[in-house]
């Protein structure tokens, strides 16, 4: 059985965006600079949601993930992908104690799949936690690099179609009009999440 979390937050957001202003409004077809904030919050939000959906980060961002326990088993699956580095897997222990894992002594981290995972050591075990909720703390970073021009341009293109959508329909309705996604889009987008399995 996988353990999973119970909380996850964003502890540390990304350097920058996956797609530009200046690349959004050529999408948007905008050449004045009066709605800039609006499309950049935008920006954000489409990053923010394209996350949610995929399961995924994009440009390098800290996450936290905590959880009442260790698997049962031997590997422990991270919510975000791809996963870049494991900072630390911190527990309380049987007696109450904070305490921390020891990387290669203790667990390994699989970077290479989708999900990401922690997995334990040869000859190693999960240690026995309080039996409190949110025992366990694993903060890791997940993207696929620094800066923008490390994500993959699937992900940026999916991100401009949210905020084409978000710019065009600013009101929870559009008064007589019947709405339909593109096919493109959703295409798109069951591609991205059949990959990610959880």
Not at 27 to 46: F, P, R
Not at 150 to 161: C, D
Not at 173 to 194: C, D, P, Q, S, Y
């Amino acid at each position: 059985m996988i353990a999973t979390y119970r909380s996850l937050y964003e502890s540390s957001a990304p350097a920058a965006e996956p797609i530009t202003l200046a690349e959004a409004k050529l999408h948007l077809h905008v050449t004045h600079s009066i709605e800039d904030s609006m499309i950049e919050e935008m920006i954000s939000i489409a990053r923010r949601e394209l996350v949610a959906v995929t399961c995924r980060s994009f440009v390098n961002t800290t996450w936290v993930q905590r959880m009442d326990g260790f698997p049962a088993d031997d590997e422990l699956i991270l919510a975000r992908s791809p996963v870049s580095t494991v900072t630390s897997v911190a527990y309380v222990n049987s007696t109450g104690t904070s305490a921390t894992m020891t990387a290669t002594t203790d667990y390994l981290v699989d970077t290479y799949t989708i999900p990401g995972r922690i997995y334990l050591a040869p000859t190693a075990s999960w240690p026995n936690t309080y039996g409190e909720p949110n025992d366990v703390t694993i903060t890791y970073v997940a993207g696929y690099g620094a800066a923008a021009t490390a994500v993959p341009g699937e992900y940026k293109h999916l991100l401009k179609l949210i905020v084409g959508d978000l710019y065009t329909y600013r009101e929870r309705f559009a008064a007589g009009e019947t709405i339909t996604e593109l096919a493109t889009f959703v295409r798109m987008l069951m591609n991205v999440k059949a990959e990610f399995v959880f």
